[in-house]
């Protein structure tokens, strides 16, 4: 015969299981209220993540945009900056080849002021003359010398400024190529999207790298090196006007001055000329007088020996007429040639 097996446990009464049923719902449903309000404030969350991470991409893909623009901007301005330099640099190359040649043309003047005075050297008595001439060639001397001194302090300038306009090039060329670098990376950087491949996530990517400037800074470098560029232009430019004002400067203080060495010169030449033939004629008529007075000469030693006749004639009859005789030997005019005085004792 079986026995009732009763379980020593206690006993709930049917309101508290109930009140537990009740309980368990209530919790049940406060827990799905819970879990509805995280899910949607998740979803909102999330479309909230969503759009601010699809307008920040967009925000970013703009300012890479905008940067990219911007650094194109100064890419294209040290472009013409470059453009314009390497004009000059060329401009100012010539010039300075240009006063080089003129410089190396003047030692031919030089070398004929300096023969000529040489050869004036050679003058013998009265002509070595310190005449205007020689005044002339030593100051044509002095202003060739001057001219080539002053075309070489151009050329000198010319070639500290085209060691700086040089430099300056460099330095532009140095930030023309970070500004392409730069491009070539924002562009990569823009052409990225999430199906890009070569995507990936990276250590500390927010840090800032050592060595990096600000926006003000990077651009106050462009800026600098664009001014000392144009600084640098706007000086070579006005070196250039003055190594060229100095060239038609020193030419024309050449040309004057070979002109009025000319002018000295065929002034000398016309007095020399003139004293020359001024010479010539006095030469002319010195050596017809010598012939006239050769030939008086000539005559007058014919009438000398014509008169030796005569005095041989006149000392004969002189000396015959000695031997007159007592009282006849007087003085008379046949014996002397001249007249007799009048007094009487005295002549006897």
């Known amino acids: 015969m079986a026995t009732l097996s009763v379980k020593p446990s206690p006993r709930f009464q049917l309101p508290d299981w109930h009140t537990n049923s009740c309980l368990l719902s209530t919790n049940a449903e406060r827990q799905r209220d819970a879990s509805h309000q995280i899910r949607q404030e998740a979803r909102v969350l999330c479309n909230e993540t969503n759009n601010k991470t699809i307008w920040d991409e967009h925000d970013n893909r703009t300012r890479l945009a905008e940067r990219i623009d911007s650094v194109n901007r100064w890419k294209e301005t040290l472009d013409k900056c470059l453009t314009d330099l390497d004009a000059e640099i060329d401009a100012l190359t010539q010039m300075k080849e240009s006063a080089e040649q003129n410089l190396q043309a003047k030692n031919l003047p030089l070398d004929v002021a300096i023969e000529c005075l040489t050869l004036r050297e050679s003058?013998?008595?009265?002509?070595?003359?310190?005449?205007?001439?020689?005044?002339?060639?030593?100051?044509?001397?002095?202003?060739?010398?001057?001219?080539?001194?002053?075309?070489?302090?151009?050329?000198?300038q010319a070639f500290e400024k085209l060691c700086l306009l040089q430099e300056v090039r460099q330095q532009l060329n140095s930030d023309h190529r970070g500004k392409m670098e730069a491009v070539d990376v924002d562009r990569g950087c823009f052409s990225l999207n999430l199906k890009s491949p070569n995507i990936s996530l990276k250590?500390?990517?927010?840090?800032?790298?050592?060595?990096?400037?600000?926006?003000?800074?990077?651009?106050?470098?462009?800026?600098?090196?664009?001014?000392?560029?144009?600084?640098?232009?706007?000086e070579s430019i006005e070196l250039r006007e003055a190594i060229a004002l100095t060239i038609a400067k020193t030419n024309n203080e050449l040309e004057a001055q070979r002109v009025a060495?000319?002018?000295a010169f065929r002034k000398r030449l016309w007095e020399m000329e003139k004293v020359y033939s001024e010479l010539k004629w006095q030469e002319k008529n010195t050596l017809e007088e010598i012939a006239e007075l050769q030939e008086d000469i000539r005559h007058l030693e014919e009438d000398l020996r014509r008169k030796l006749q005569n005095l041989k004639l006149c000392h004969t009859r002189l000396e015959t007429r000695t031997y007159r005789p007592n009282v006849e030997l007087c003085r008379d005019q046949g014996c002397s040639g001249r007249p007799v005085p009048a007094s009487g004792p005295a002549a006897g």
């Open 261 to 263: 060495a000319e002018f």
């Open 203 to 234: 250590i500390n990517p927010t840090r800032v790298p050592s060595g990096s400037t600000t926006l003000q800074q990077w651009d106050d470098y462009s800026q600098f090196n664009k001014n000392r560029a144009e600084a640098e232009m706007k």
């Open 123 to 156: 003058r013998r008595d009265i002509d070595v003359v310190k005449d205007p001439v020689e005044e002339e060639l030593h100051k044509e001397v002095e202003v060739i010398e001057a001219t080539k001194e002053a075309l070489q302090q151009k050329i000198s």
